[in-house]
């Protein structure tokens, strides 16, 4: 059985950082792409990094140069550190697994979802 738990979530003031954690279970992190997602409510859930399985990353032009994600094998997690966190960045945060997708920021493509960890950002 396949497993993604989010944690690492919480409040911070604007300006300040948090790391969260997907720990994996069921499968191998190396072969999926692993991703971020993160959803306000009334609004589509939004892709934030992706982490191909050759260790790639690529991000979603809101958040690049301030959010890292990578893979942490020895854990089978995906990390994502968020540095100068914004008020916009206040939503519930989603990691996903998906088989080579065609478009790795596309919430369709992904077969695997942890249940989500809030971030909330004061300003």
């Known amino acids: 059985r396949v497993q993604l738990v989010e944690s690492g979530g919480g409040s911070v003031q604007a300006g300040g950082s948090l790391l969260l954690s997907c720990t994996v279970s069921?499968?191998?992190?190396?072969?999926?792409?692993m991703a971020w997602f993160r959803q306000v409510p009334g609004k589509e859930r939004e892709g934030v990094a992706v982490?191909?399985?050759?260790?790639?990353?690529v991000y979603a032009a809101s958040v690049k140069g301030r959010f890292t994600s990578s893979k942490d094998y020895g854990k089978n997690a995906l990390m994502l550190q968020m540095d100068s966190l914004n008020s916009e960045d206040t939503a519930m945060y989603y990691c996903?697994?998906?088989?080579?997708?065609?478009?790795?920021?596309?919430?369709?493509?992904?077969?695997?979802w942890g249940q989500g960890t809030e971030v909330t950002v004061s300003s």
């Open positions: 996903g697994a998906a088989w080579r997708p065609l478009k790795p920021l596309e919430t369709s493509e992904y077969i695997y």
């Open positions: 982490v191909d399985d050759y260790g790639s990353s």
């Open positions: 069921g499968v191998s992190l190396s072969g999926y792409h």
